[in-house]
């Protein structure tokens, strides 16, 4: 089976923001909860960056680690999920979570989080694949439907991959080699502990 | 670091109240579905929408059935002019996924933050939903029939009072070609040219200054080619965040090729993040720097001498000019140091192909044109025209702005640029089977008939100003205006004046826009919805020139209307309102009556091949609907870097949406020129030559190509464009057949390539391997302009007092109608430079789009931006004693204008430099105007306009406004 | 253990943060500011240097949520250690160690009994104000500790019993408890300082009676006042440490409010640690306020104690109390012995 990751190209992201909106458009995700972000390091000086983040989908998951519950699970395409209806939304996988994937919906009084929402890898929940329920509560399942992540095939300059984790370092070291220089695979010694040698 | 966390709650509640349904407090995903639904149903609620229309609405949100069969239909996006293909999931009439279309070789899948989230355009919520019209001060829902007699009437109305010159009618960059050429043509059936777009804020200045240069205004190569550059210069552009999808081929050329990526602009962007070298200016003096670098090609011999000889005229002149740049007067003027000038200039010119790149930037000043020129002239100097991976790469700012352009939605020319001349009205009379004497009583008189009309930048002023000041017969009384923001306009508290002296208003458009709500208007103002082009067939052009047809996704949702079937109702409507008011003039019959009517409106397609009979000057003539049809159903046919159809297809040879020029009717399967002046390549492939439009010969020195040729051509050196006399005096009239012979002599029996309906200039010319334009030298000289070689003038607001003896802005003049105030407004930088110390300029964000009124009613964009800002540097910051994220007062030196929105403390911008992005409106001079808006159509998210602080400054050639170079004042709110 | 609690405080503590370092400014001419050019510069590098330090990587975004800011966190690692490393030693030691120690104790000691044996006569030692604060803040610690301790133990020792889907509800449930006991917890606190802190000021006695170790371990009675110094350190933790857990407690129910990330996992760390101690602290006052000891539940049950428990473990405030209530009896007998 492949092992799905993604890989933010800091060379190549503009924080166009098609990551982010494709992901809202595709799973109707609401206002506050921000399942992909990008945030720009240096803003205005030299060394500027983008870099697309979401759930980077962990090789031991820090995220499963701490849950109180044991609500998630992962594929067998290496791909992080979580059951909702076992999710109490202590909070604590935000805690764990280097990237800040974890997102909570305000419910209730005082701040108290609603069940967690995270990226699914566009791989939906522990239903059936694609049944109405699965949406409502995890959005779209595109890998069930033999497609990749929308927000790495929707990213503008092609910055963010998504895939087999194989293929994608592929891709990347003939562009860092093109390029003759490289900026980094980000997060991949902390999700993935590996680097991306080239 | 960051905005601070109570601000951000206040931000969350302010929006919370505008659109509460949209915010995860209190509400998790399933609430928030079900909450959705009910907002469905409240729609449904309002009574007389059927529960198709319901449907169709998007009130069923989402959520595709995946049992049942989904039908995928592609269109254009409708924000920039890079033409990303979006490919619509249907299922039963509602828009309910989105997925990448990897087939097309423009965007290759891809998106922007905008095109990713065009979905939401449909099923907006916030759209205009029924024709609207302000009683009192209140707004009340009107039917489509009342709508339509009642504009009409008050048209009418004041045609008969003031005269058809007193109707401004503003069209759309957002329109197709087919809507685009429609309203132009409905401009000159009303009998007026104050018809206007877009493009006059965006690129009128890049139209004027390089078809000055070399024969046609527009992009000369496309950003596939640019992945053949070895150096890009981006000067007064940033695609990253204007263009975002462009960024992949650029970044993947700098990739293959090694290439140097050169970014010149006085603001760190997103672009120059990615930059192998960057040059901070201060804004306003792109000459200076132009000059500066070709101080250092000429001294040192980098220019590209064989190609000057053979197609460039007057770089002598240059030369001139240039030489007073040096590199200690360029530093003192611009800020840039000569040694990085010098290795940029030695880059650009020696590491070649390298192309140019630019955007508002260098367009929106008062030397806009001569900014596009000197940016030309670099060009031609090094000899960087008319090849793979040069050109000016223009990268224009609408969807279909391009094509807008083309088609005349221009106070100065008919469609495809024939101009106002009697001829040019000849030509489209026989297209559009009038008589001339028909299209002339139309007008108030002959004379207005040739006479530009007023631009959108001064619609106010001519409604405002004296009488006697402005020449036509009385004031604007009525203003039409389809699909535009009111906000993009600069010196936004003189517009406001402007709106209130109209006697009429009528906003077309998907939302209701500023124009709704900037005004104290209380009646007489219409608000018509207008579906989007995703509800609408059409053909729109990227800006590489590429034509792609849009297929209708859905039907147009609420009431909303094609534009097509608006202006066909309208022109009944006015049928109707004449002959009630006894007046001769009639409308529908004549304009409409070459086109096909389905479903009571003209269909695109029949339009179009009215386009395709009419528009030989550009080469508009090859790309039919079933050819355009034909390449969006084999995108993944093309070549990636060519644009070339690979053999053995249907398109082969073909480059992709056919770039004009396209010459010959589609029978003659002209592939389109991807790369304009190409001499490389045959004519009947897509090649072409420098086209000369401005004679033969000047002071005795030709202006005809010497010793430079296109592939194939038989004559072997310049060459005049082509006409009956040329065919004649060449011999190869007889070539003409039979047919060809019979219209043109039937019709007076002297023609031109462009005006001979019969294509047989053209094809006889084309058959000898001559490009039908002619074969010209480039103008390095523009005689015809007020500044025949570039020079430097400081901006209108200038803080450098010590620089305006030297390089004062012209003197004041006239033109367009109107007075053009330069020295005497630019005299009060001297009083207003000390109190307004730092320089406002003005640009794009990501997340919006032009006027935003569109984009900031999408939920998904809206949530990224929430607030109006402006950035500052942290030195100027500092001194204010202002916080990142804090509120503060931007004022300007016109109008006591004065903005409220959030400090964005970065060093993007230099020290004494402010930006502020331009799509934002709904707050006005510190007030909050959403409860001015119809209710349920206000954006989601508001914020003060930059035009409301932006000054006066017009281009001489153009009108453009000045956007980027102002002064203003920041305080701590 | 304590060698990975530090480095994580110290991270939490705010030594991880990334603050951009404010800019130089020096603006030559107006509008001509320097050229950031860029240079050799590697992202990646830079991340890992940060990544080196444990700090954190953050920058600008544009959507109100702060937190978004933040790109990578590797002390989100160390708090993970944290929680599921240190905390389980730490609980599992002071839950089963306390709960062994009372075990021996009970093994050696048995129940102290009341020397003298009961008195049949009693005095009042807690009113019914007193009383209620004390079972309200006991009766919400407990339900507090136990959903506090199934979020750090449950997984492993009741999911497994009883399945995800039962034991997810009874941890949701679990959490509403445990947020919504924390406000009659936190008003005991407050109740029980007001109550007793005059009488809970260290004083020389409690010197004392700690070198006899409260005559825990022979038959021996220190003289004490109305609390002696083992009441008195139990007042002291559940004021100390009740504090502290329900100061930190609020800033996990209102997440991010007062603090950022690190701030969080400050806040959680402080909380998990101190509310282990406290638990196994007050199994310790459990056990001695019940079945330890003879006649000492007493006090809070129905606040009576018998004369002869008081007098030998609470001397001086029986002489204290004696001494009362013969300034209040006396006055009274004599308008009696008057009639």
Redesign the interface.
């Known amino acids: 089976m492949a092992r799905m990751k993604f890989l933010c190209d800091s060379d190549r992201c503009i924080e166009c923001n098609a990551c982010v909106t494709a992901c809202k458009n595709e799973h109707e995700v609401p206002w506050g909860i921000n399942r992909r972000r990008v945030v720009t390091i240096n803003d205005g000086k030299a060394g500027e960056r983008s870099i697309s983040m979401a759930c980077m989908h962990c090789t031991d998951a820090p995220c499963a680690a701490v849950c109180p519950t044991s609500c998630f699970y992962t594929t067998a395409d290496a791909i992080v999920l979580h059951d909702k209806d076992t999710c109490i939304g202590c909070g604590y996988c935000f805690y764990a979570c280097p990237f800040g994937a974890p997102q909570y919906p305000r419910v209730g009084n005082f701040g108290t989080r609603g069940k967690m929402d995270k990226c699914t890898y566009c791989a939906g929940g522990p239903q059936a694949d694609n049944v109405a329920a699965e949406y409502t509560q995890y959005g779209a399942n595109r890998i069930a439907e033999g497609k990749l992540p929308i927000c790495a095939e929707m990213c503008s300059t092609k910055a963010l991959l998504a895939g087999d984790g194989e293929m994608i370092a592929t891709i990347y070291r003939e562009r860092v080699q093109k390029r003759g220089y490289g900026a980094g695979a980000w997060g991949w010694r902390t999700a993935y502990k590996e680097t991306l040698s080239v | 670091?960051?905005?601070?966390?109570s601000e951000?709650?206040a931000?969350?509640q302010r929006l919370a109240q505008a659109?509460a349904g949209?915010?995860?407090?209190?509400?998790?995903?399933?609430a928030?579905?079900r909450q959705?639904g009910f907002a469905g149903a409240g729609l449904a609620a309002l009574g007389t929408l059927a529960p198709s229309r319901v449907q169709a609405s998007g009130a069923a949100?989402?959520?595709?059935?995946?049992s049942r069969p989904i039908q995928r239909i592609k269109n254009i996006c409708t924000h920039c002019s890079v033409g990303c293909t979006v490919t619509a999931e249907v299922q039963n009439g509602v828009w309910v996924?989105?997925e990448?279309t990897w087939a097309s070789p423009i965007?290759?899948?891809?998106?922007?933050?905008?095109?990713?989230?065009v979905?939401?355009l449909v099923h907006g919520d916030r759209r205009l939903k029924y024709p609207m019209k302000l009683v009192g001060g209140q707004w009340q829902r009107i039917s489509w029939d009342v709508a339509y007699a009642e504009i009409a009437e008050k048209l009418m109305k004041v045609r008969a009072e003031s005269g058809p010159d007193s109707v401004f009618w503003l069209g759309s960059a957002k329109f197709s070609n087919e809507g685009a050429y429609l309203y132009r043509k409905f401009a000159a059936f009303w009998g007026t040219n104050n018809v206007d777009h877009q493009a006059r804020i965006c690129h009128s200045t890049t139209v004027a200054g390089v078809a000055n240069t070399w024969g046609y205004g527009a992009q000369t190569n496309s950003y596939n080619d640019i992945r053949n550059s070895k150096t890009m210069i981006i000067m007064g552009g940033n695609p990253?965040?204007a263009h975002?999808?462009s960024?992949?081929h650029l970044?993947s050329g700098?990739?293959?090729n090694?290439a140097n990526m050169i970014v010149i602009d006085?603001r760190?962007t997103?672009?120059a993040?990615?930059?192998?070298?960057?040059?901070?200016?201060?804004?306003g003096t792109d000459i200076p720097v132009i000059w500066g670098m070709l101080h250092h090609i000429f001294a040192n011999g980098w220019e590209d001498k064989e190609f000057i000889r053979q197609r460039v005229y007057g770089m002598d002149e240059i030369r001139a000019e240039v030489a007073k740049w040096t590199p200690a007067e360029v530093e003192r003027v611009?800020?840039v140091p000569g040694e990085?000038l010098k290795k940029v200039a030695q880059t650009f010119a020696t590491e070649k192909p390298a192309t140019l790149i630019w955007c508002m930037g260098a367009t929106q000043k008062t030397v806009g044109t001569a900014n596009v020129r000197a940016f030309s002239i670099l060009l031609l100097a090094t000899g960087n025209v008319g090849a793979d991976g040069t050109g000016a790469n223009i990268f224009r700012g609408h969807c279909n702005v391009q094509g807008a352009t083309d088609f005349g939605l221009d106070v100065g020319t008919l469609p495809a640029y024939y101009g106002l001349e009697e001829g040019a009205w000849r030509h489209w009379g026989r297209v559009w089977g009038v008589p001339f004497e028909n299209l002339r009583d139309r007008f108030e008189n002959v004379q207005m008939m040739g006479a530009p009309g007023i631009p959108t930048t001064r619609y106010f002023d001519a409604a405002t100003l004296p009488k006697d000041q402005i020449q036509q017969r009385d004031r604007l009384k009525a203003m039409m205006v389809f699909g535009h923001g009111g906000n993009t306009v600069t010196r936004m508290p003189e517009a406001v004046k402007g709106l209130e002296a109209m006697e009429l208003l009528v906003v077309a458009d998907p939302h209701p826009t500023t124009f709704a709500v900037l005004s104290g208007r209380r009646d007489n103002t219409y608000l018509l919805p207008i579906c989007t082009q995703f509800e609408c067939d059409g053909s729109r052009t990227a800006s590489n020139r590429s034509v792609q047809w849009g297929h209708k996704i859905v039907n147009p949702i609420f009431e909303s209307k094609t534009d097509y079937e608006v202006m066909y109702r309208l022109a009944g409507a006015l049928d109707a309102a004449a002959e009630k008011s006894g007046q001769a003039i009639r409308f529908q019959q004549d304009m409409f009556k070459p086109y096909e009517i389905k479903d009571g409106a003209p269909t695109a397609e029949s339009i179009l091949r009215e386009i395709n009979r009419g528009s030989l000057s550009t080469g508009y003539t090859g790309q039919s609907p079933e050819r355009l049809k034909l390449h969006m159903e084999h995108q993944d046919k093309f070549d990636l870097v060519t644009l070339r159809g690979r053999e053995g297809t249907p398109v082969a040879n073909e480059f992709y949406g056919m770039p004009w020029p396209c010459w010959g009717p589609a029978e003659w399967k002209h592939p389109g020129s991807h790369i304009l002046y190409n001499t490389n390549l045959h004519v009947k492939d897509g090649g072409g030559t420098f086209r000369p439009r401005f004679g033969t010969e000047r002071n005795g020195v030709t202006l005809l190509a010497e010793g430079s040729w296109s592939k194939g051509s038989e004559i072997q050196d310049g060459y005049p464009e082509f006409t009956t006399a040329v065919l004649k005096r060449l011999g190869w009239y007889d070539e003409l057949t039979a047919e060809e012979k019979a219209w043109i002599e039937g019709n007076g029996g002297t023609f031109s390539w462009a005006t001979d309906l019969s294509f047989g200039v053209m094809r006889v010319a084309m058959g000898h391997g001559c490009v039908p334009y002619g074969n010209g030298k480039a103008r390095a000289v523009a005689w015809n302009l007020p500044d025949p070689v570039p020079v430097h003038r400081e901006p209108i607001y200038t803080?450098?007092l010590d620089l305006l003896a030297q390089y004062p802005t012209l003197p004041d003049r006239r033109g367009f109608r109107l007075p053009h105030l330069g020295q005497s407004v630019q005299a009060r930088s001297n009083q207003v430079a000390r109190d307004f110390?730092i320089?406002l300029t003005s640009g794009r964000l990501?997340?919006y789009e032009g006027g935003g009124e569109e984009t900031r009613s999408n939920?998904?964009?809206a949530?990224?931006?929430?607030d109006m800002f402006v950035e500052i540097?942290?030195?100027d910051a500092?001194e204010r004693n202002i916080r990142d994220g804090q509120w503060v007062w931007v004022s300007g030196p016109e109008n006591n204008a004065r903005t409220r929105v959030k400090a964005l403390v970065?060093?993007?911008?230099?020290?004494?430099?402010a930006f502020m992005p331009f799509h934002f409106a709904g707050w006005f001079m510190g007030t909050d105007q959403r409860s001015k808006y119809p209710q349920g159509t206000d954006p989601i998210v508001l914020g003060e306009s930059v035009n409301a602080v932006t000054t006066y400054g017009y281009d001489p050639v153009t009108f453009m406004q000045e956007t980027k170079v102002t002064l203003c004042q920041i305080r701590a709110a | 253990m304590i060698a990975r609690i530090l480095p994580a405080l110290a991270l939490a503590l705010g030594l991880g943060f990334t603050t951009p370092a404010p800019a130089q400014i020096g603006g030559p001419v107006t509008g001509i500011p320097t050229n950031p050019a860029p240079s050799g510069f590697s992202a990646e590098e830079l991340e890992l240097q940060k990544a080196l330090q444990g700090g954190r990587i953050g920058g600008r975004i544009s959507i109100p949520d702060a937190q978004a800011a933040s790109l990578v966190q590797p002390a989100g690692r160390d708090w993970r250690a944290f929680h599921n490393v240190t905390l389980s030693w730490i609980g599992g030691i002071a839950v089963l160690g306390m709960l062994a120690i009372i075990g021996m104790f009970y093994a050696t000691r048995g129940r102290i009994a009341i020397d003298s044996g009961r008195s049949g006569r009693t005095i009042q030692r807690f009113n019914l104000l007193e009383r209620s604060a004390h079972w309200m803040t006991a009766g919400s610690f407990v339900v507090l500790a136990l959903t506090g301790l199934n979020l750090t133990f449950g997984r492993w020792l009741i999911l497994p019993i009883i399945g995800p889907d039962a034991f997810a509800t009874i941890t949701l449930w679990g959490k509403f408890a445990h947020n919504y006991l924390s406000f009659p917890f936190t008003l005991g606190i407050v109740l029980l300082f007001l109550l007793w802190v005059k009488d809970n000021i260290p004083n020389g006695r409690d010197v004392g009676w700690l070198k006899a170790a409260g005559g825990l371990f022979g038959h021996s009675h220190p003289p004490a006042g109305r609390f002696n110094a083992g009441q008195k350190m139990v007042f002291w933790i559940t004021v100390i440490g009740g504090t502290l857990v329900a100061i930190s407690g609020y800033v996990l129910i209102f997440p991010f409010w007062a603090t950022d990330i690190a701030g969080q996992q400050l806040a959680h760390i402080v909380h998990g640690v101190i509310s282990v101690l406290m638990i196994g602290a007050m199994l310790g006052h459990i056990y001695i306020g019940s079945v330890g000891m003879e006649g000492a539940f007493d006090a809070m049950g129905s606040g009576q104690v018998d004369l002869n428990w008081a007098k030998e473990h609470h001397s001086l405030w029986v002489e204290d109390e004696m001494k009362k209530a013969r300034e209040t009896i006396a006055p009274n007998a004599k308008v009696a012995g008057a009639d």
Request: hydrophobic share 30%; aromatic share 6%; glycine share 12%.
């Open positions: 670091m960051l905005i601070k966390r951000g709650k931000a969350k659109y949209l915010s995860s407090g209190g509400l998790d995903r399933r928030f579905l959705a949100t989402g959520v595709a059935d995946h996924g989105q990448p965007n290759r899948g891809t998106h922007c933050a905008k095109g990713a989230a979905r939401e990253a965040e975002p999808v960024l992949q970044l700098k990739e293959r090694r006085p760190f997103r672009t993040a990615h930059a192998t070298e960057y040059v901070r200016i201060r804004p611009t800020g990085q803080p450098r110390p320089i990501v997340e939920k998904w964009l949530e990224l931006q929430q540097n942290p030195g500092a970065t060093e993007r911008v230099g020290k004494g430099v």
